[in-house]
């Protein structure tokens, strides 16, 4: 296998670059009224940039004439599972999700997150454009239209314990919430612990649990950092979001209407994603208390930078256990169209 490629650990490693696109009025589009189920209203990608893209974005670039109500799936009594089945049925018309949700619906939704495959956020979306097509193609025959991607920050190890490297994860108990960060944390000989996000401060304040998975920013949002002491700032996963429609919804709109919504969207995901990279950065700022970090408060975790033997340990676990544990649970075609893209891009081969 080739060798996997890596990154220092720089805020410029960490941001992806992508053209600027102007946002311009559009003039003469029909009446369109829009229902939207956004992501976890509670995180920065939704009150950042999805709730204000559908509320304020469209309407005023089309002059009014379309208009969107959003709400999080989560303020709907929604889990997030069920966002894929809804919107295929057409009970929900547009709405985004976490790829992840969907692992046990079909294994190529991990193909683009698996642990420890883009060790920054220009990886992470070269891999997920390159594989875009397949999941184009899939969702197709479940009545879906895929609109794009985005992504959360990058998800890393906060531990209150002395974790200074991989292989200090053995026998510790640790928070995930995939099956490839399970399958991550178990390949160093750690025990994965399923717990709500909400409830991962106490566990860690009473040793529930020795270590939990967020992102970094995430983390900090949630003061992770009065419980933990030290923070790993290698990116397991980056738990991509899939924006998508109902495609007989989608169909019936018009068509000015599907290229207005898709050429904005597409410069929302591209600021979703410049976002990504930034708020990692930020988050190994604040959670450590850095000079670099701007909000008010600032935590006093140590920031641990992982090592050369890390990464050769991560590359390792990849090849030989990740990789070849989701090619035995995907289908033929999955896994080719696996190493025709990402696998090309990050220099590894699935065998099936």
Known sequence: MKKLATASLTAAALIVAVPAIAQEKVEGLPKTELQIAGGLSN?????????????????????????????????????????????????????TSTLAYFASDNPINEAIDLAGLAPDVEIARKITEAYKPAYEAFYDKQNIKV????????????????????ADLKGKKVRTSSRTQAEFVEAFGAGAVTIPFGEVVPALQNGVVDCAITGSMSGYSAKWYEVSTHLFALPINWNQQIHAANKAYWNKLDPKVQDFLQTNLDAMFDRIWEAAGRETQEGYDCNTGADACTQPVKGKMKLVVPSDDDKQLLKKMLEETIVPKWAARCSAQCVNDFNTSVGEIIGVKAQK
């Open 43 to 95: 995180l920065t990608l939704y009150q950042q940039h999805e709730q204000p893209f559908w509320s304020k974005t469209v309407p005023e670039l089309s002059n009014g004439q379309v208009t969107a109500t959003i709400k999080g799936f989560n303020e709907m009594g929604l889990k997030g599972p069920e966002m894929l089945r809804l919107m295929s049925q057409g009970v929900i018309p547009i709405g």
């Open 147 to 166: 609109l794009g991607f985005s992504s959360y920050p990058a998800q890393v190890l906060f531990c209150n314990a002395d974790v200074n490297a991989l």
